[in-house]
């Protein structure tokens, strides 16, 4: 848990535009489940700016803070609630160069004494109930839980240290929280209104002028608030049955499963202690970037360790040929563990082990072959119960895109009672999608009117980056730069233009997707390259060439990159505070065999058909443009191809570029600059270690 990331500098300039303290409030609400008090909100508005101005003052204003931040990296709470860190001053040391922290515990108080002489941890604050803690006693305990075991800093090299910032107090009030029975030395320290002098010729000797994005992102990475690219993780987990640290909530959701498993299945060549024809059911609910994608495949490789027998089944073609065909390469029985819900139509003798079912709003009512001819007698979410002894669901209802994606919560209550048994039910809160930025998230929800909260500006938080581009000449060029500059971007749109096979012997790409002069293909229909080395839609997540091609909600759902652009058609435009939804229309054109644009709005076949019911229509269109504006982990573009439209996105994301925040690729730290691992070239070849040689593809996450 953090609230917020950003520079002396920055912190300043946000809350100049009055945004910093309601962002903070925000993100508290989230994470602990109630309203901050206005005592919180008072002291972030005054000690929070006193720091950050004592820190400009030292000329130290690169260096990062970050507020209320966890004090150890699993997410789990301590005894007495969660150990929270009020401010972690990070940069680098002037003379080592290294990664210098400071822990910083914030006071407002004017004044306070000890509650017995025989006590010097305590301490009797007016106007506050009870004894408080000494602040360098909370110090001591957070710094040494920081460098701990548990702490981001367990086992590097740093300098680090930490100090109490009592700014409402004078040397001479503070005598009495002096005691040499306290903790004295790197934590031990105490600053008052008196020692502002003093406070800022420390920061100078502490900290480097410049190097403090770099170390913060170190930092980042350490508190593992980013997500882990998938593909790099499961192929370097390859043979191993650790693929992703899980954190909090995640690791307790994991070790269920595990758990059930043991006591479903028997534990190796002992029986189970259950008939074998027991049925048990867990549901793992979560938003978009919640991790329930790491959870099940953690869960997969410490199973198949066991040497259970595992499927891994999704409705995403994009997901399962990324497995297949890039982590799976050469890899034939690892290839097959990766499977489609449609693939139970005949339950498995004997039974699997395990069946994991992600996106598992994508189950359909019955499952259908390729050409969506029905091939099941029974409800699909039935076959998969049937397909083995323990079957996981991992569900997010905000996500269903089609009229025919039925996966709920309900459906797969009912579908377990039939089977004898009661779902253990899980949700998954934190978020690690988006640069780990949930504000960014409910931002979207907002916007949209997903949430039925009142959409507001967007606040800059250090985390994750949103803009909006005034063409589509100008959204690309953002994109291809970053995707130049080393970074992984990809565009993507609204389904608002026909989407036509590839012409001719050559396979060629209609532009399909025409905006005044500017025109693009979609991503290639079919299984084949395309003229140009344009790969198949299933691919053009992962190949650099994909760049040149335009993603759908269909080809980009569950996947994740750097850098996302976000063409808003005319499906869904903004009118008088509120958004208007249109089905749109296309023809063959009798001469060219070319399906043309006739009016617009979506040409989705399979939502714009006229028996669909307005809501259900509506429904489907903003949750695809959910689903596409969550796609990015460092930053988001948005254009609308509708003026009025574009002039409320503008209204919402507000001034940009406050002391250079766009996290432009080329001038990110070293740290977050991270080579992905090689993927295959297209054709075949493999390395002896089995993995295809050379980086013919680009890096995307999956989550």
């Not at 990062?64 to 789990?76: F, H, K, P, R």
């Not at 990475?221 to 650790?242: F, H, K, Q, S």
Request: include cysteine.
């Amino acid at each position: 848990m953090l609230l917020l990331k950003l520079s002396a500098d920055d912190l300043l300039a946000l809350d100049a535009r009055r945004r910093m303290v309601p962002h903070l409030a925000e993100r508290w609400r989230y994470f602990r489940g109630s309203a901050a008090s206005e005592h919180e909100r008072t002291a972030w508005a005054e000690s929070l700016v006193q720091l950050a101005c004592d820190l400009v003052a030292a000329d130290r204003g690169n260096v990062q803070m970050i507020v209320e931040c966890s004090a150890t990296v699993d997410g789990l709470p301590t005894s007495g609630g969660p150990q929270l860190i009020d401010v972690v001053l990070v940069g680098r040391h002037p003379e080592s160069h290294g990664l210098s922290v400071q822990l910083v515990e914030m006071k407002r108080w004017s004044q306070a004494a000890r509650v017995t002489p025989a006590s010097a941890a305590e301490v009797f604050v007016p106007g506050i109930d009870g004894g408080k803690k000494h602040p360098t006693v909370q110090l001591q305990q957070n710094y040494d839980l920081f460098t701990g075991e548990r702490g981001p800093l367990g086992g590097i090299t740093f300098e680090c240290g930490g100090f109490a910032y009592m700014h409402g107090m004078t040397d001479e009030s503070v005598k009495p929280l002096v005691d040499l029975a306290l903790p004295t030395g790197v934590c031990g320290r105490m600053y008052t209104q008196d020692g502002r002098k003093r406070l800022r010729s420390d920061f100078r000797s502490h900290f480097a002028p410049e190097g403090a994005a770099s170390a913060a992102e170190a930092l980042m990475a350490r508190l593992n608030v980013r997500n882990t690219p998938l593909l790099d993780a499961m192929i370097n987990a390859r043979g191993e049955d650790t693929v992703f640290t899980l954190r909090g909530r995640q690791k307790l959701v994991a070790e269920d499963i595990m758990d059930a498993a043991t006591v479903a299945l028997g534990k190796a060549a002992q029986p189970s202690l259950v008939r074998d024809t027991a049925k048990a059911v867990f549901l793992v609910t979560g938003g978009a970037g919640t991790g329930k994608s790491a959870v099940g495949l953690q869960v997969k490789a410490e199973l198949e360790a066991e040497g259970r027998t595992v499927r891994y089944a999704s409705g995403s073609r994009a997901f399962n040929t990324a497995m297949q065909q890039h982590v799976g390469y050469g890899d034939t029985e690892f290839q097959r563990s990766f499977t489609y819900f449609s693939s139970f139509v005949t339950t498995p003798e004997p039974p699997l082990d395990v069946l994991l079912c992600d996106e598992a709003h994508r189950i359909r009512k019955f499952s259908t072959n390729w050409m969506g001819k029905r091939t099941g007698t029974e409800p699909q979410v039935d076959e998969l119960i049937n397909a083995a002894r323990l079957t996981v669901f991992f569900l997010d209802e905000s996500q269903t895109v089609r009229p025919d994606e039925v996966g709920t919560v309900r459906l797969i209550e009912e579908a377990a009672a039939r089977h004898g048994t009661i779902p253990r039910r899980y949700n998954l809160r934190e978020q690690f999608r988006c640069g780990g930025s949930d504000a960014y998230i409910r931002w979207v929800r907002a916007a949209l009117g997903l949430s039925g909260e009142e959409p507001r500006e967007w606040t800059p938080d250090g985390l994750m980056h949103v803009e909006v581009a005034d063409s589509p000449e100008e959204l690309e060029s953002i994109i291809r730069s970053e995707a130049l500059a080393g970074a992984t971007a990809r565009m993507v749109a609204g389904y608002c233009w026909p989407w036509n096979e590839p012409q001719g012997d050559e396979r060629r790409l209609e532009t399909d997707i025409r905006i005044g002069e500017w025109k693009r293909s979609w991503n290639a229909k079919g299984d084949n390259f395309c003229a140009g080395d344009a790969p198949p839609a299933k691919l053009w997540s992962v190949y650099d060439a994909g760049l040149d091609q335009i993603g759908c909600v269909y080809t980009a759902q569950g996947l994740e990159w750097d850098w996302c652009g976000v063409i808003i058609g005319d499906d869904m435009v903004r009118r008088d505070g509120r958004w208007e939804f249109r089905r749109g229309k296309d023809a063959k054109n009798p001469e060219t065999g070319i399906r043309e644009l006739l009016e617009p709005g979506s040409c989705d076949p399979s939502v714009r058909m006229g028996t669909l019911p307005d809501d259900e229509f509506a429904r489907c269109v903003t949750h695809s443009y959910h689903v596409l504006m969550t796609r990015a982990s460092r930053a988001t573009v948005l254009y609308s191809t509708d003026e009025q439209t574009r002039a409320y996105l503008k209204e919402l994301v507000g001034e940009i570029q406050i002391h250079g925040l766009r996290p432009t690729w080329a001038n990110l730290p070293p740290e977050a600059r991270v080579p992905h691992l090689p993927r295959p070239r297209r054709g075949r070849g493999k390395s002896r270690t089995g993995k295809k040689q050379g980086s013919g593809a680009n890096q995307l996450f999956l989550f």
